[in-house]
Nanobody
Framework: QVLLVESGGGLVQAGGSLRLSCAASVRTFSDYAVGWFRQAPVKEREFVAS????????AYSYSAKGRFTISRDNTNNMVYLQMNGLKSEDTAVYYC????????????????WGQGTQVTVSS
């Protein structure tokens, strides 16, 4: 079982930055690949970024590429999402998710989820 807790969301003006954190309560965090997803009202949950078990491989959605950076610290059981150049369309609840075996862009492939953190970007 993996307990994930997101933090760092908030209200920011367009063009601003936020750093989301995801803290994992698990014995060996490097056993899990991690993804960030987001869900806006009346929209489906969508992929934002992912990072492999040891952090050597990352992937981004088209909208996140060049603006967001995912990273992890396995010593401290943390994953981060640095978000720069925020736009109003980035407004959503952001979730981190973990899975022992899979590293994909589909939210259906991740077993463990946090409760989410709200990001609101004002234009």
């Amino acid at each position: 079982q993996v307990l994930l807790v997101e933090s760092g969301g908030g209200l920011v003006q367009a063009g601003g930055s936020l750093r989301l954190s995801c803290a994992a309560s698990v014995r060996t965090f490097s056993d899990y690949a991690v993804g960030w997803f987001r869900q806006a009202p009346v929209k489906e949950r969508e992929f934002v970024a992912s990072i492999s078990w040891t952090g050597g491989t990352t992937a981004y959605s088209y909208s996140a590429k060049g603006r967001f950076t995912i990273s992890r610290d396995n010593t401290n059981n943390m994953v981060y999402l640095q978000m720069n150049g925020l736009k109003s369309e980035d407004t959503a609840v952001y979730y981190c998710a973990a899975d022992r075996h899979r590293l994909t862009r589909s939210h259906l492939d991740y077993e463990f989820w946090g409760q989410g953190t709200q990001v609101t970007v004002s234009s």
